[in-house]
T-cell receptor
Framework: GAGVSQSPSNKVTEKGKDVELRCDPI?????LYWYRQSLGQGLEFLIY????????KSGLPSDRFSAERTGGSVSTLTIQRTQQEDSAVYLC????????????FGNGTRLTVT | QKEVEQNSGPLSVPEGAIASLNCTYS??????FFWYRQYSGKSPELIMS????GDKEDGRFTAQLNKASQYVSLLIRDSQPSDSATYLC???????????FGSGTQLTVLP
C-alpha cells in the first residue's frame, strides 16, 4: 500500500474486554512504532520493532498491553481487560530503517472504553 | 525535566507574518530531529528533518539546529491560515531506538 494502514479506525469496547489493533506498515520499512495520544495530549511512545531485533517495550504502560509483529510486517497491539484510561487514539508509524529515518504515521485507531 | 520541551502556546500570528516555534531537548546524544504538523483529528505528518547544525530550508519552512544549546526551531515564513495546526518537535534518543515527541505548540494564523 501507499501508506501505513491501521484498522479498525474506531473501536468502542466495554471495560474489561480485550481489544486488538492492527497496523500494516509501508512496504519495505523495517521499523514499526506504536504511540498513544490522549485527547489534547502529546504522543506517548509504547513500543518499537526493528527488523529481527528484540522490540523496545519500554513504553508499554502495564502488562495488559502487548504487541507482536509477524514476518517483519504486520503488527498487532493487544490490550487486555481494557480500562477507561485506555481510551485514546493509537497511532502506528513505520520508517525505512529506524535509525533516525522519519516516521510515517497511519490514520490511527480511536479507542473508546465505556 | 521532560526529554523534549515545547511551548504549548497557543501561538497566534497574523497572515503573512513569520511564525517561530521552539524546542529544547535533554539528551546530548540525540542525532536526528524532526518537525511534524498535526491538524485537529488527524495524524502527524512530517514537515522537516534536520541532522546537522545550522539551517535547512524547504519552501516557506526553515528548521534551525544548535546541538551545543540543545535547541531546534522551526520558522514558517508568509504564514497562511492553512498553517494553523499543532506542531510537534521529535528527537531521537541517543540510542536512536525511539523517537520522543514534545507536547506540541498550537499555532493559529489569523486571516
Amino acid at each position: 500500500g501507499a501508506g501505513v494502514s491501521q484498522s479498525p479506525s474506531n473501536k468502542v469496547t466495554e471495560k474489561g474486554k480485550d481489544v486488538e489493533l492492527r497496523c500494516d506498515p509501508i512496504s519495505g520499512h523495517t521499523a514499526l512504532y506504536w504511540y498513544r495520544q490522549s485527547l489534547g495530549q502529546g504522543l506517548e511512545f509504547l513500543i518499537y520493532f526493528q527488523g529481527n531485533s528484540a522490540p523496545d517495550k519500554s513504553g508499554l504502560p502495564s502488562d495488559r498491553f502487548s504487541a507482536e509483529r509477524t514476518g517483519g510486517s504486520v503488527s498487532t497491539l493487544t490490550i487486555q481487560r481494557t480500562q477507561q484510561e485506555d481510551s485514546a487514539v493509537y497511532l502506528c508509524a513505520s520508517s525505512l530503517t529506524g535509525e533516525g529515518s522519519p516516521l510515517h504515521f497511519g490514520n490511527g485507531t480511536r479507542l473508546t472504553v465505556t | 525535566q521532560k526529554e523534549v520541551e515545547q511551548n504549548s502556546g497557543p501561538l497566534s500570528v497574523p497572515e503573512g507574518a513569520i511564525a517561530s516555534l521552539n524546542c529544547t531537548y535533554s539528551d546530548r546524544g540525540s542525532q536526528s530531529f524532526f518537525w511534524y504538523r498535526q491538524y485537529s483529528g488527524k495524524s502527524p505528518e512530517l514537515i522537516m528533518s534536520i541532522y546537522s547544525n545550522g539551517d535547512k530550508e524547504d519552501g516557506r519552512f526553515t528548521a534551525q539546529l544548535n546541538k551545543a544549546s540543545q535547541y531546534v526551531s522551526l520558522l514558517i515564513r508568509d504564514s497562511q491560515p492553512s498553517d494553523s495546526a499543532t506542531y510537534l518537535c521529535a528527537v531521537t534518543s541517543g540510542s536512536a531506538r525511539q523517537l520522543t515527541f514534545g507536547s506540541g505548540t498550537q499555532l493559529t494564523v489569523l486571516p
